[in-house]
């Protein structure tokens, strides 16, 4: 039998607490068994993956965690993956991930490699709006000239980047292996071959390089604004200084006269 498995990244963040769609057959990540073959897994960094569903059953299961997800996705990133059953052995073939039966571990396996890819999706997306601002500042600041972004937009992007790698280290965990594997590690040979596939260390490792160069750029540009506002300020006490000078002086020997 031939399946269809789909990652969607639909939020930042999916409150897992107080969903039930189906047969619960695990808690972290949240997954259920709908029926034979068919099964949704949950994460809570806003990514929902389906198994053996229709587009219309799909949608379905959008709308009921509708009032668990916050702040949707204006667009969604999606992953899919091809599931062939009744194979002799487990292996990724092609375009298809064959396995003898699919059980609860396979789908947990999956599901975790095609979850991280979709999000590695959505950053690489986010980081290219970031780079296209950040691009225009390193040139500013190779030739010393133009007009620079102001301390709030400065401090926005670092916040973006250090975002996006808080929820990559903490939320996603992109470069560690999922739990199940600790409770079934013949699969580990299959998550290799698929991690390999969808290049989520390779991915990772770039993403990670962008974000160390955006932050670096930034926090470079924000030390030569307070570099500058120091040395403004510093101008202004000696100016002040100069004024009270030729004041007391002018008390002394012009206004007595």
Do not use: C
């Amino acid at each position: 039998m031939q399946l269809l498995m789909t990652a969607m990244s639909v939020s930042e963040k999916i409150r897992t607490k107080g969903i039930e769609i189906g047969e619960r057959t695990s808690h972290l990540p949240l997954s259920f068994r709908l029926g034979e073959d068919q099964w949704v897994v949950i994460f809570r960094f806003g990514v929902v993956v389906t198994v053996g569903l229709s587009d219309k059953e799909r949608n379905d299961i959008l709308s009921e965690l509708e009032p668990f997800i916050d702040e949707p996705d204006t667009s969604i990133e999606t992953e899919s993956l091809f599931i062939q059953t009744g194979s002799n052995e487990d292996k990724f073939e092609g375009d298809y991930v064959r396995v003898t039966e699919l059980t609860r571990q396979h789908v947990l396996t999956m599901a975790d490699i095609l979850a991280k890819s979709v999000m590695l999706g959505r950053y690489e997306a986010a980081m290219s709006e970031v780079f296209q601002q950040i691009e225009p500042l390193a040139l500013r600041l190779r030739s010393g000239v133009g007009k620079t972004r102001t301390y709030r937009e400065l401090v926005s992007t670092i916040g973006s980047a250090l975002l996006i790698q808080h929820t990559m280290v903490g939320g996603v965990e992109v470069n560690e292996k999922p739990e199940i594997l600790w409770e079934h590690p013949e699969l580990e040979r299959l998550y290799l071959k698929l991690e390999d596939e969808f290049e989520i260390i390779e991915r990772s490792k770039a993403l990670e390089r962008k974000l160390k160069l955006v932050t670096d750029t930034t926090e470079k540009q924000l030390g030569l604004q307070h570099n500058a506002h120091s040395l403004r300020v510093e101008w202004y006490i000696v100016i002040l200084i100069i004024v009270e000078i030729m004041l007391t002086l002018y008390e002394m020997f012009i206004k007595h006269v």
